[in-house]
């Protein structure tokens, strides 16, 4: 059995989600004249690949301490929807069931292709990876909760749409934009679309039901789409933790890992080297009429 790293690189310069705060680092003891080096973080647990916690956003529910790893670890469906979504449109629970088998009880990983403008890609674009990315609607919610799935993972900002947030006040511009978007494509204003009843569906909605998610998937993420993989995530023991950083891979047998390192071998690579499909972001770019 090997590993497929989904995690996206943790740095100084990794984007929190918008107003929590970076990573910062500073060393607080050197090798001369300490004879070792130390150093002394400071983050939100909302930055880089990360997953939310019940008591994220709600009081009775489970710290990161409380979850099972049999609840971490488990099989799961990946699906790409680089040509069913573009900047601020809605998928669907069809979207992802045309395209890969999810079963009751699965993880559920949703591949919007938007960590390609995340900071380690060449095309990194931080308002589009945290303002402009696809999000679901309660359509999708009352599916998730149909299929008892045990979590959701994304490769963009947030789970929720990013206007189905306080995004929507904090970026009027973007909100201008994507309001053009939903009464072109689903006949309702932004506002109408997701009104006060939906706000934040995926969080305040799935949480009760322990359906949480994880954010900002990435790494190798595009040598696995379309089929079903064991996937497993890793947040520290955390007691009282509302969400954690974590590590999150996928397992795959032996012989399948080194056909997997023979395609990598021949696709681009991000700055830290992961490989990565560029005609995702071009079918990015024709689903947004860029």
């Not at 990013?162 to 009027?172: C, K, L, S, Y």
């Not at 939903?182 to 359906?211: R, T």
């Not at 790494?219 to 696995?224: C, K, P, R, T």
């Amino acid at each position: 059995m090997k590993l497929i790293d989904l995690t996206i690189p943790l740095g100084i310069a990794t984007p929190a989600w918008p107003t929590y705060e970076p990573l910062q680092i500073k060393y607080f003891k050197r090798l001369a004249p300490n004879g070792a080096n130390g150093q002394l973080l400071t983050h939100s647990n909302h930055l880089g690949t990360h997953l939310d916690g019940e008591i994220h956003f709600y009081t009775a529910g489970k710290d990161i301490a409380d979850l099972d790893m049999d609840y971490l670890v488990h099989d799961a469906a990946v699906v790409d929807l680089t040509d069913a979504t573009g900047d601020y449109q809605v998928y669907t629970s069809k979207m992802i069931e045309d395209r890969v088998e999810v079963k009751e009880g699965d993880i559920l990983v949703i591949h919007t292709g938007y960590h390609h403008f995340g900071w380690d890609h060449p095309t990194a674009d931080e308002v589009r990876y945290m303002v402009k990315h696809p999000g679901p609607s309660q359509e999708f919610a009352d599916w998730a909760k149909k299929k008892k799935l045990r979590w959701i993972a994304v490769d963009c900002g947030s789970a929720d749409h990013p206007m189905n947030t306080i995004i929507r006040t904090w970026m009027p511009r973007q909100a201008a934009e994507a309001d053009k978007v939903f009464q072109k494509l689903y006949k309702q204003s932004l506002a109408e679309f997701y009104d006060d009843s939906k706000y934040q569906l995926m969080h305040i909605d799935l949480f009760p039901k322990s359906i949480i998610h994880a954010e900002c998937f990435g790494g190798q993420i595009d040598l696995l789409l379309n089929r079903r993989v064991k996937v497993g995530f890793f947040p520290w023991r955390f007691v009282d933790g509302e969400s954690s950083i974590g590590r999150a891979v996928a397992f795959v047998e032996d012989d399948e890992y080194e056909e997997l390192m023979e395609k990598a071998a021949t696709m681009p690579k991000t700055k830290f080297g992961d490989a990565y499909d560029p005609t995702h972001v071009d079918r990015l770019n024709k689903m947004s009429n860029i």
